[in-house]
């Protein structure tokens, strides 16, 4: 059968188409041509393959050429962090060096102040303007270099820096713990925490010690209670802002703690906050109030501590601190204009003594035996003087003359005064907290109590007001008394004492009082120095013209800087009238104290204790006191 199609087929083909021999070379043909194509067929799967072997060697090509781009990128990353890390470290290195050269530069500050002070101090050896000594005006180290502040376990530092930007290129500088702002955050939050959870009453806690030790358990068991994450370290930070704001005096108790300073006063919001140094005198401090609410609320806060109050209807407060410091406040802008104010007098817990006032030159032996003399014989008297010139401090030093036993009242409106007698009552005087004046106690109040206890000797530590009149009256009839007055000359004394709003007649001033002793605060040379210029003694009314007449006794020779003596003295032609003295006795009494100041002087007896026990000594036997100490100089 298919033998039959097969030639049927060829049939049809020779037929139709093609000789047989043609078609049999056709066939050879197509067969060559099925070769050929076979052929080109392997030469294309030949090239297929190596195409896919070039696509396969282009994409590893590509692929090493894209992680070649990666890595250079990689590079070029590390390169710039290399580049950041040595820049940081330049930065570094910088910041390093430069601490260092602050360093440096602080050391040779020191070293070249150290030096001027040295040269400046054989100047004046050589020059011998001043005696050194008597210039010399306290004791204590001086603070041209950052010392550190008791303060427990915390490094706090404070002193004099030189500062070209500021005022008199001296700044006092106080150098805290920092905190950064999260530190900030934290305590803002622990001060809060306290503020709500501190219910411990003041009564419970004696000593301020006892209350810093309260406080700092009550911030650790918060710590613990609000489990919050703080480092040991800035725990002590937290502890030592908490204690420095709630048990002291915040910001400026730094500088409460420098005996050096006498005087901090702040003048208003964003105005540095001024101290006076004993030695450099008045500087700006790098302490700053810079918000109005914060320095209403500490001006509030000391008001309180003081057990007192401000508020805008009487913004204005005489207070004394627990310490004994003297403070003086304003509140707003209503009548102080760059807002609040306050000025601390700082109470010193080591009192100036009479000797100490001969040491620096303020009065010499010779005023100072004299005026012990006189309050031995309750004599009368005022100390007049400018502002900050030493009064009260020279009214207490002459106090320690007061003669043991005898009852001392004394009358302030704060109280500044601190006698060693045992027979002594301080009274001060309340204000009132209601417009109406209901419940005040004014000095004159008091004064009038005073002498309803029959005291030997009545201290008003200012006379300013209606009071005059009546501590001239008790001053007249037999009291020691003893005063200051704000006046800068005895004529201007005399002046404010008998106009308003003392009107004292001027019969009754010469009756009553013996003397005035002016002190002022002077500059004498470079420095500001105190200094007794004048005692007069009240000599009586000069008939024609109704004036009361003075004399002076002692007089200060400011080229010197010496105190003379002028001549016989009134007073003690009084007590030689009313005791039958005589002037040998008299010479031979200020001899005595003399030598007794004189000697305390030498061996620097100058503890306001060992003043007063050298004074009691002396009034116990004054011949047998002569007769050692005169022996012992
Ligand atoms: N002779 C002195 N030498 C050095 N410093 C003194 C002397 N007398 C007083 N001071 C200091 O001067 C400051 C002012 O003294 P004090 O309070 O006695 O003056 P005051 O005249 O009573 O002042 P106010 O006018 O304010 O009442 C105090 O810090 C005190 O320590
Ligand atoms: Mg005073």
Redesign the pocket.
């Known amino acids: 059968m298919t033998v039959e199609i097969r030639k049927m087929n060829l049939k049809i083909l020779k037929s139709k188409f093609l000789p047989v021999d043609k078609v049999i070379l056709e066939n050879k043909n197509i067969l060559e041509l099925e070769k050929d194509f076979k052929n080109s067929i392997i030469d294309i799967k030949k090239n297929d393959e190596i195409i896919s072997e070039e696509k396969k060697q282009v994409e590893v090509i590509h692929e090493e050429k894209k992680s070649e781009k990666r890595f250079w990128r990689i590079k070029k990353k590390e390169d710039v962090i290399h580049e950041e890390k040595k820049q940081v470290e330049v930065i570094h290195e910088e910041k390093k060096s430069e601490k260092r050269f602050w360093r440096i530069k602080k050391k040779e500050e020191m070293i070249s102040e150290i030096k001027k002070k040295k040269i400046k101090s054989s100047e004046i050896k050589e020059e011998k303007i001043i005696d050194v000594k008597k210039k010399e ?2 004791n204590i180290p001086n603070f041209m270099t950052i010392a550190k502040v008791e303060w427990d376990n915390n490094e706090i530092h404070a002193g004099i820096i030189k500062d070209p930007t500021a005022k008199g290129g001296f700044r006092y500088k106080v150098i805290e713990p920092v905190l950064s702002e999260k530190e900030e955050k934290t305590f803002e939050m622990i001060k809060k925490l306290l503020m709500t959870e501190l219910s411990v009453s003041m009564g419970e806690i004696k000593t301020k010690k006892e209350a810093e030790y309260k406080l700092k358990k009550k911030i650790h068991s918060m710590i613990k209670k609000y489990r919050l994450r703080i480092p040991p370290k800035n725990i002590e930070k937290i502890n030592y802002f908490a204690v420095r704001d709630f048990i002291y005096l915040g910001k400026i108790e730094p500088l409460m703690r420098d005996n050096m300073i ?2 901090i006063s702040c003048d208003g919001t964003n105005v540095p906050i001024y101290v006076w140094h ?1 030695e450099n005198e008045s500087m700006p401090t790098n302490i700053i109030f810079e918000k109005e609410a914060e320095l209403n609320n500490f001006v509030r806060k000391m008001a309180y501590i003081c057990g007192k109050h401000v508020s805008a209807s009487s913004p204005i407060l005489d207070a004394s601190l627990p310490g004994g410091s ?1 403070v003086n406040l304003t509140l707003g802008r209503e009548i102080t204009k760059r807002g609040s104010t306050f000025t601390i ?2 109470f ?1 817990a080591d009192p ?1 003594t009479v000797i ?2 001969i040491k ?1 030159g ?1 009065m010499s032996v010779d005023i100072a035996a004299f005026m012990w003399y006189l309050i031995e014989k309750r004599t009368t008297m005022l100390v007049a ?12 030093a002459l106090a320690s003359f007061i003669r043991p036993g005898q009852k001392v009242v004394s009358i302030e409106d704060t109280q ?1 005064l601190n006698l060693p007698h045992e027979n002594w009552i301080p009274a001060v005087s309340r204000q009132s907290f209601s417009d109406k004046q209901v419940g005040e106690i004014n000095q004159f109040d008091l004064l009038r109590a005073a002498l309803r206890q029959r005291p030997d000797i009545i201290i008003v530590g ?1 006379t300013r007001g209606q009071e005059a009149y009546t501590l001239f009256q008790a001053m007249a009839t037999g009291h020691g008394g003893f005063s ?1 007055i ?1 006046a800068d000359s005895i004529e201007a004394t005399l002046t404010r004492l008998t106009s308003a709003p003392m009107e004292v007649p001027r019969a009754l001033i010469s009756n009553s009082l013996d003397l005035i002793m002016l ?1 002022l605060k002077i500059r004498l040379g470079e420095k500001s ?2 200094r007794v210029i004048q005692v007069a003694e009240i000599e009586g009314l000069d008939k024609q013209t109704g004036e009361i007449k003075t004399h002076t006794l002692f007089q200060w020779n400011p080229i010197e800087d010496k105190h003379e003596f002028m001549g016989k003295s009134i007073v003690f032609k009084k007590i030689k009238e009313r005791d039958g003295e005589t002037d040998e006795k008299f010479a031979y009494e200020l001899t005595k104290r003399r030598l007794a100041l004189e000697w305390m002087v030498k061996n620097n007896i100058r503890d306001y204790r060992d003043v007063s026990n050298n004074v009691m000594e002396y009034y116990a036997d004054p011949e047998r006191y002569y007769e050692r100490k005169r022996l012992e100089m």
């Open positions: 005006e306290t006498e005087e004993r003297r007098r700082r010193k100036i100490d006032l620096y303020t003087g400018g502002t900050a010139s030493g009064k009260t401090t020279a009214l207490n500044e200012e200051s704000h002190q120095v105190r």
